[in-house]
């Protein structure tokens, strides 16, 4: 692995199932983030993590949960799937919260009918 | 509110240049980052400025007014693998990313 890797690549899903997005990263770098993007809006904050075992909401954070065991995993869990959180989700992560910068995995493209 | 705005699409010809804008409104400063998005892919890392003046990076420069809370982005020599989306975004005081929606650039020959 090199780099942030997510599962699946894309899924289609019926409202009202669980589902749990995968982000594993092997760069050691202590911050994760999970993001959602839609068209005609910038990349959304769902939640972040700025080190293992700690974790905090972002700006759109309802529907979602995240855990974060160790280092390297920061899987998203969405409980009961709407159609509003068809969207394509991002992982990124960053050496530190601060100010560094962040890199991304190829994304989920996620259908919910 | 915090916002970040862009336009959203722009059309340039091969070889010529293009600067494109991004003003921003956040509660605090911590830097402001340019990268790049090709349809279907991951946004990858372009530049990142935390004082005012230019950086230059090859083809790609970017700028920052803290002041007026602006930067650009310049794209020399255009090619068309620049064809795109160039995403603006800035660290708020809690250094949180705010996103703005992203710039399509089309490239023409």
């Known amino acids: 692995i090199a780099g942030i890797t997510q599962a699946p690549t894309s899924q289609i899903l019926a409202a009202g199932r669980r589902m749990t997005l995968r982000c594993t990263q092997d760069?050691?770098?202590?911050?994760m983030y999970w993001y959602r993007q839609d068209l005609g809006l910038g990349l959304r904050l769902i939640h972040y993590?700025?080190?293992?075992?700690?974790?905090g909401k972002g700006e759109v954070p309802d529907g979602y949960s995240v855990s974060r065991a160790n280092t390297d995993d920061f899987p998203l869990t969405l409980a009961s799937a709407v159609p509003s959180q068809t969207s394509v989700y991002f992982c990124?992560?960053?050496?530190?919260?601060?100010?560094?910068?962040?890199?991304f995995g190829p994304g989920t493209r996620l259908t919910v009918l | 509110g915090q916002n970040i705005d862009q336009p959203t699409e722009m059309t340039a010809t091969e070889g010529a240049i293009v600067q494109i804008n991004c003003t921003y409104q956040?509660?605090?400063?911590?830097?402001l980052f340019w990268y790049q998005q090709h349809a279907g892919e991951a946004p990858t890392f372009l530049s990142y400025?935390?004082l005012d003046g230019l950086e230059e990076k090859g083809r790609f420069s970017s700028f920052l007014s803290r002041s007026k809370g602006y930067s650009y982005l310049l794209l020399k020599e255009l090619q068309m693998k620049d064809s795109a989306s160039y995403l603006c975004?800035?660290?708020?005081?809690?250094?949180?990313?705010?996103w703005g929606a992203g710039t399509k650039l089309i490239i023409k020959p």
């Open positions: 990124a992560s960053s050496e530190e919260e601060s100010t560094d910068t962040q890199y």
């Open positions: 760069m050691r770098h202590n911050a």
């Open positions: 993590s700025n080190t293992a075992g700690t974790t």
């Open positions: 956040t509660s605090g400063f911590n830097g």
């Open positions: 400025n935390v």
């Open positions: 975004a800035v660290k708020d005081s809690n250094y949180q990313l705010i």
